[in-house]
Nanobody, 124 residues
Framework: QVQLVESGGGLVQAGGSLRLACAAS????????VGWFRQAPGKEREFVAA????????YYVDSVKGRFTITRDNAENTVILQMAGLKAEDTAVYYC?????????????????WGQGTQVTVSS
């Protein structure tokens, strides 16, 4: 079992940066793919970025490529989403999720464990 806790959200002006952290419990965290997802009011939850268990592979939605970076530190059981060049459309609740059903994926159903989310608000 893996428990996930997100932190680092907040209010930032457009063009600014935020660093989200996903802290995990569980000795097997290093065997999981970890993804970041977001959900804006009235919209479905959508994929943002994911990272493979050893950190060698990453995957981003086109809208954040070049602005967001996902990394992990398995020794600290932590995954970081560094966000720069933030836009108003990045405003959402951000969730991290863990799964190990297969290759790195954007599919929500392939992630078994979810955190409670952290709010990111970008003012324009």
């Amino acid at each position: 079992q893996v428990q996930l806790v997100e932190s680092g959200g907040g209010l930032v002006q457009a063009g600014g940066s935020l660093r989200l952290a996903c802290a995990a419990s569980g000795r097997t965290f290093s065997t999981y793919n970890v993804g970041w997802f977001r959900q804006a009011p009235g919209k479905e939850r959508e994929f943002v970025a994911a990272i493979s268990p050893n950190g060698a592979n990453t995957y981003y939605v086109d809208s954040v490529k070049g602005r967001f970076t996902i990394t992990r530190d398995n020794a600290e059981n932590t995954v970081i989403l560094q966000m720069a060049g933030l836009k108003a459309e990045d405003t959402a609740v951000y969730y991290c999720a863990a799964g190990r059903r297969g290759l790195l994926t954007r599919a929500l159903g392939m992630y078994d464990y979810w955190g409670q989310g952290t709010q990111v608000t970008v003012s324009s």
